[in-house]
C-alpha cells in the first residue's frame, strides 16, 4: 500500500464498507465490484471455509468477512498481483479489525494463495 490516500485502497474501503453493510440488510445501490463479489459468494465462503475451517462464516466478525470476501475474490479472479492483494487486506485489517485480524486474515488469504497458486510464493 502506497498510502491511504491512494485510490485503490480508496476504492477498496469502500467495498469494504458496502460488504459490512450488505451482511446486516440488503443495500439500494452497490457498486460493480460490490456487485460482483456478491454473485460470487457461494465460491468465496467456500475457500474461506476451508481455509478457516474452525470459523463457520456465520461466526466471523462481519468486517472481517468483509475483507475476506474482497481478497478472495480479488485473489480468484487473477487480475491483480496475489502480494498486493494480501498486503492490501493486511492493511485493512489493521484499519478496521481488531488486534487478531491482521493475522487472521493474513493466514486466510495465505492457504487460498497457496491453493490458488501451487508452487509458487508470494
Do not use: C
Not at 453493510?21 to 460490490?34: D, G, N
Not at 476451508?50 to 479472479?77: H, Q
Amino acid at each position: 500500500m502506497k498510502s491511504s490516500t491512494d485510490p485503490r485502497h480508496q476504492k477498496r474501503r469502500d467495498v469494504i464498507k458496502q460488504l459490512f453493510a450488505e451482511s446486516f440488510t440488503k443495500q439500494a445501490s452497490k457498486t460493480a465490484l460490490v456487485k460482483k463479489v456478491l454473485d460470487n459468494l457461494g465460491a468465496i465462503d467456500d475457500k474461506i471455509q476451508r481455509a478457516a475451517p474452525t470459523w463457520p462464516i456465520d461466526k466471523l466478525n462481519k468486517i472481517d468477512l468483509a475483507i475476506l470476501r474482497l481478497a478472495v475474490y480479488e485473489l480468484l479472479e487473477k487480475t491483480t498481483p496475489p502480494k498486493v492483494i494480501i498486503d492490501e487486506a493486511v492493511e485493512l485489517a489493521k484499519e478496521y479489525g481488531g488486534e487478531t485480524t491482521p493475522s487472521f486474515i493474513n493466514g486466510v488469504l495465505g492457504f487460498v494463495y497457496d491453493e490458488l497458486y501451487p508452487n509458487k510464493q508470494v
